[in-house]
């Protein structure tokens, strides 16, 4: 527990350290692209190409600034956007997203993380960016999150199925969501073959969000949500999560960009204990706002799989991520 406190304290003093930094940036930061070329950058009065060569120092301080000045005028309602205006936060573990990480735990050995899922939008009145939409948005998400033994055979273990209807607002580097999810946990049946005498837990939540999320740069975002459930079982009433996002905004090229996110969970079954979950690697992003990740994976904290809500993990290992 002592070591889970001070990564509590050390996950507070980067978000500081971060938010002291991005504040002392200069507007001159937000680089604004070329439209009539996206992989041509523009600097003040100066427009120049990618350099057909990789220069690191160029290519890790490169950023293409996005129309965070989109005025309501230029607003119109759109069925099925592309683009989300508050996208999932990238190491929370439980987020609806297509992925999986495969990880050596202390006590179970190699296990494989799966998420089958995603987060769409359905009804959007606000700008047509699909990199960096504003205005107001009712998404859907959903998901099957499963956890299997890393064997010959990959017997399941359990699996946490989720459902939801965020409802999201964006204005300049602002982005607010209230929202409702339902999660319940369940055992596999090869588990439970394996186990006779396992006590199953029926843990169920449905919960109401509200989370904020500031774009100190176009990369750089820090969040923090607050989730309160008027049912449960097994479950309790309150959580809350924070973290940082650091991830190429606009579309990259073949080579991608690297990404760093971390996300600290409090849950109040586990008296306001949780996790911190912690990755970086590289990604890519498309034309549509589209990403996908790969890298490193660490995670230490009650179990993420809430049939087992009050285990403690300690997870290291590699994943691969896709998100909307």
């Given at each position: ?43 003040e ?113 359990s ?8 409802i ?18 369940h ?43 008027f ?25 991608g ?48 799989q ?10 290291i ?8």
């Amino acid at each position: 527990m002592k070591i889970l406190r001070w990564s509590w304290l050390s996950l507070l003093l980067l978000v500081v350290w971060t938010s002291y930094a991005a504040a002392q940036a200069s507007d001159n930061d937000w680089v604004q692209t070329d439209d009539e070329n996206p992989l041509w950058l523009t600097d003040e009065d100066e427009v120049v190409p990618v350099e057909p060569y990789l220069d690191l120092n160029r290519f890790l301080d490169r950023t293409s600034a996005p129309d965070y000045t989109a005025e309501p005028s230029q607003f119109d309602w759109q069925i099925l956007p592309d683009g989300l205006i508050y996208r999932p936060y990238l190491a929370s573990p439980k987020q609806s997203r297509l992925g999986m990480t495969v990880f050596h735990e202390d006590d179970d050995g190699w296990l494989w993380d799966a998420w089958l899922g995603t987060q769409v939008g359905l009804l959007r009145y606000g700008s047509f960016d699909p990199d960096w939409p504003v205005g107001f948005q009712i998404d859907a998400e959903g998901s099957a999150q499963l956890r299997l033994e890393a064997n010959d055979d990959i017997d399941l273990i359990s699996a946490d199925y989720r459902a939801g209807v965020p409802i999201t607002f964006g204005y300049g580097r602002h982005r607010t969501k209230v929202g409702y999810y339902h999660l319940s946990s369940h055992l596999g049946d090869e588990f439970l073959l394996q186990h006779p005498g396992f006590n199953r837990l029926n843990f169920a939540r449905d919960v109401l969000v509200l989370g904020h999320s500031i774009y100190l740069t176009p990369k750089v975002r820090i969040y923090a949500e607050a989730g309160w459930a008027f049912f449960t079982d097994v479950s309790k009433a309150w959580e809350f999560q924070f973290g940082l996002d650091y991830a190429p905004y606009a579309p990259t090229t073949i080579r991608g960009a690297p990404f760093f996110a971390l996300n600290g969970h409090l849950r109040e079954e586990v008296d306001f204990g949780g996790g911190l979950t912690v990755q970086t690697g590289w990604a890519w992003r498309g034309l549509t706002g589209r990403m996908l990740r790969t890298g490193l994976h660490y995670y230490n904290g009650e179990s993420t799989q809430f049939s087992f809500f009050d285990v403690h993990e300690q997870q290291i290992g590699i994943g691969l991520w896709y998100d909307h």
